[in-house]
């Protein structure tokens, strides 16, 4: 399902009935809505949730890899079919982007929700990456956890295949708010707006300089060409001219 409220997209996994799982038909669509998203000057944010209150996504739907195991079909592990991968699709996005995790986030689910930029979750949420009990890989998880936590964290999540509650994520850094469930939905549009009242060009360079100067040497990330210079746009211009008059400023995105 796709809405919008101003400059906010919000993206719902909708297959409540199978806890939001990531069917193969879901994966492709999911990912042209965040490319959709990505491409449109009027989104400025994009939530990611889930249909229902059980669980934001529970990752691969199994029934349908076990039904393609019983037909003979040959298992493709994930990137390596001729679809973009949905992981990447949402990382690489230059739209600033949010999860809002209402409940179970598991295998694939919390790893579409590692690669959102910030992620919010219910108190009752509940995390982690199982596919060790289930003799999977888990790829994505296993190069985005060291990134964002201590490394016996990001072990600690693959090695155990345990689930976790949001608070312990929320301390470990990997989350950045827990509020209560029934709270959800209006605190992701509230930070989603809040990031969306900002000028565009600027949130966009500071994402782009953040996370593509990860893998680079501290003055090589301060050379880095990344497009758009918000201090030669239009908008730099109207938020000084904003503030010296009091008021809100009107964003251009030039």
Request: net charge neutral.
């Given at each position: 399902m796709v809405r919008d409220d101003g400059f906010v997209r919000t993206l719902t996994i909708n297959r409540p009935e199978r806890l939001n799982a990531l069917s193969r038909a879901v994966r492709a669509r999911l990912a042209e809505e965040v490319i959709r998203a990505d491409e449109d000057p009027g989104v400025r944010a994009i939530v990611l949730?889930?249909?229902?209150?059980?669980?934001?996504?529970?990752?691969?739907?199994?029934?349908?890899?076990?039904?393609?195991?019983?037909?003979?079909?040959?298992?493709?592990r994930p990137g390596r079919g001729p679809e973009r991968p949905l992981f990447e699709v949402v990382l690489e996005c230059h739209t600033p982007t949010?999860?809002?995790?209402?409940?179970y986030a598991v295998g694939g689910g919390f790893e579409l929700a590692l690669?959102?930029?910030?992620?919010?979750?219910?108190?009752?949420?509940?995390?982690?990456?199982?596919?060790?009990?289930r003799g999977m890989g888990a790829n994505?998880?296993?190069?985005?956890?060291?990134?964002?936590?201590?490394?016996?964290?990001?072990?600690?999540?693959?090695?155990?295949?345990?689930?976790f509650p949001?608070?312990?994520?929320?301390?470990?850094?990997?989350?950045?708010?827990?509020?209560?469930?029934q709270e959800l939905p209006a605190a992701?549009?509230?930070?989603?707006?809040?990031?969306?009242?900002?000028?565009?060009?600027?949130?966009?360079?500071?994402?782009?300089v953040a996370t593509r100067g990860l893998g680079l040497s501290f003055s090589a990330a301060l050379r880095l060409d990344f497009g758009p210079d918000p201090y030669l746009s239009e908008d730099r211009k109207e938020g000084v001219r904003a503030f010296v008059e009091r008021r809100q400023p009107r964003w251009q995105g030039r």
């Open positions: 949730t889930g249909a229902g209150d059980r669980a934001f996504c529970a990752g691969a739907d199994l029934k349908e890899i076990a039904a393609g195991d019983q037909a003979g079909e040959a298992f493709r949010i999860a809002a995790i209402n409940g690669a959102c930029d910030l992620r919010i979750a219910s108190e009752t949420a509940r995390l982690g990456i199982p596919e060790a009990k994505f998880a296993s190069v985005m956890l060291p990134r964002l936590a201590p490394l016996g964290i990001a072990l600690e999540l693959l090695f155990t295949a345990e689930l949001a608070s312990d994520l929320a301390r470990w850094g990997l989350i950045n708010r827990v509020v209560p469930p992701a549009a509230a930070f989603a707006a809040q990031i969306a009242a900002n000028a565009p060009l600027s949130v966009r360079r500071m994402k782009d």
